[in-house]
């Protein structure tokens, strides 16, 4: 006997809570580095204009690994995205391989910070130039490490089988918040490394 | 339960299973999720942190007065800035979040708050924050302090007080947007509520700056101080915008959005140009996006035409909200209750702030502005903040004597109401004119010599403030002897938040009724 076909279940009414309260804290997260921006491009157009010098001597600033960091947080953005696409889709093996390059190129990015730091030759307690370029790209790892974290944790959700394509809003707002820090990297590499001396 | 889920368990029996003993207390209190408890926590807690920063705002106006200073340099200068911020951070500001978290759930008809949990920490964090920027100043931090440590301590502190206002505003803009009884689209969402989503947008959008520029100064204090200058260097015009034009005004925005709930249920007649009120409370909450008027970065911004214009700005949403209400008023019954009497007084002080900023902004275009000696900070800026200041702690008292029983289950003393209603007008004025006509000094030389008058009546009016928000404590802790309130307490609510027991059940509400408009319960009562 051929069973009857079930009709689709009906669209889920969700307030989507987590996206909205993602929404307005990257909201928040967009201020505050457009806050610490604001104040460097300030402080450095001073810096330039009275004749100074804004890095101190023997600093510099090289740019191959920023670039590199840029590309590789592009690529980031991608997987993410992906994770969003294959959750929807209830392709599984896809969103967990999709987060877990995430958080692998979120992992190298740290790393290739880190090594960049080592690079540029820029004592924090010496000049102006150095205190801010530290906080700001500083606080930017912090929210890299949030956003892995977020991630991270809406991947082990996944994993336990909580998201699925008719509920994933954990997955989704961890690619928000993802994809905002991606974009002020993208803000912090002009303002900082490719116009260091404009 | 995680933090990022959005509701709270369901309490179930298992028979299994044995039934811990319910916690009760200061215990229920520490763990609870509740957005009641949350919310009542952060409204008695601001209140009498308000009653200390108002005590330092006045005192630090006594210190100005005569050539022999109370207090020493630093320790002046750490009064007159610890009392600035905490008139925003730990009075004005969390006195609405906590309106708004305990409201704002009502009022949309949802059974919690977004994220009981964060809402839980926001309200920990700030009480913790809170804590150590008091011990940082006592020994020796915040602007004008002497230990670097110290400093340091009093700028993280800054930062933890800040992050817990903004998750407490994070959940509620969430609860507004995303947990709306079903009917209810954002036109026909109650006012406050609306101005609490609009005044939690503002913060999200300024508030943050103000935390990028302490952690930028933090850095620099630890790390050589060659950005910001040492420690001997006053750093507060970096923060200070903050809490002066046109940016005080965010503490401001909740109570338009209060006063648009309050006049038509107590005129018991249904508002007036609810989208005319509705667009003000946006553009009064866009106006007062100040983070660009950042004196340390624009070098010139107060003199500039477009902050002048922008001050001047404000009266335009003030005038068409203060037009709906009359026009509210006159369709409806005349009542003379406290909550209405002390919510025009929070308009009167709002539209002379709005008057003061034009005349003193166009005066200052033509002036030298004058500061207030060990301070650096303009005399006439800071009177009208603190116009700004007394009109915020107006209208959320006006919100207390309204929502009161609500928050309490009990009716609050409608003399004590009427009472506070003259105090804060009069204190109000008192606190701010002096001080923003002193500011005229420069152009009349006649007004230097009332300089000592001036800053003594400023700090009777601060007093006076004091007093206002004694007498609301009294009323909210006397209400245990007032009359148990009837679900309605008006006799005439309109919004959902009246359709619940008070104070309301674990879970707020059993049936909702439907609802097809702003007004839901009159919608009902028609039916019925």
Known sequence: ?198 | MAITDTTAPPQTASSDVEARPEATGLAELLGTGDHKAIGLAFIVVSLVFGLVALVGAGLSQLNTVGTDPMLSEAVGLQVFTLSSAALVLLFAIPLFLGLGIYLTPLQVGAATIAFPRAAALSLWAWLGGSALLAVSYAIGGGPGGTSVQAVDLSYLAMLLVISALLLGSVCVATTVIGLRADGMDLSRVPLFSWGMLVASGAWLLSLPVLMGNILLIDLDVRHGQLSFGSLDTNPWMQLGWAFLLPTVYLCAIPVLGALGDIIPTIADVRSEHRGLVMFSLGLFGALALGAWAQPAQGGSVWTEPLFVGVNVAFAVPLLGCLGAWLLTLKQGATKVAAPIAIGLCAMVLLLVAALAGGVFGVGRLRAPTVLIPGYDVPVGAVGQANLVVAAAVAGALAALFFWGPKLTGRTLSEGIGKLVAPVVLFSGLAWGVPLIVAGYQARFTGLADADDAFASLSAIGAAGMVLAVVLALLALLGSSRGEHAADDAWGSGQTLEWATSCPPPRANFGALPLVTSPEPLLDAAKEA
């Open chain 1, 1 to 198: 006997m051929a069973l009857p076909s079930l009709a689709p279940p009906p669209a889920l009414r969700r307030p989507r809570v987590l996206v909205v309260g993602t929404t307005f804290a990257s909201v928040a997260v967009v201020m505050l580095f457009a806050g610490m921006v604001g104040t460097y491009l300030f402080a450095r157009a001073a810096v330039l204009s009275s004749g100074g010098s804004w890095l101190p001597d023997g600093a510099e600033i090289p740019l191959t690994q920023p670039n590199v960091m840029m590309l590789g947080l592009i690529m980031s953005s991608i997987t993410m995205q992906w994770a969003v696409s294959a959750v929807r889709a209830d392709d599984r093996p896809n969103t967990y391989l999709a987060l877990g390059l995430t958080l692998v190129l979120g992992l190298a990015y740290l790393n290739m910070a880190a090594y960049l730091y080592s690079l540029m030759g820029l004592d924090i307690d010496t000049s102006e130039s150095s205190v801010l370029i530290y906080a700001i790209t500083g606080a930017h790892l912090v929210m890299a490490l949030a956003a892995m974290f977020f991630a991270g944790f809406m991947a082990f959700r996944a994993l336990a089988g909580q998201y699925t394509s008719r509920q994933h809003d954990g997955i989704s707002a961890a690619a928000l918040f993802w994809h905002v820090m991606v974009a002020l990297y993208a803000l912090i590499w002009i303002a900082i490394y490719v116009t260091v001396d404009l």
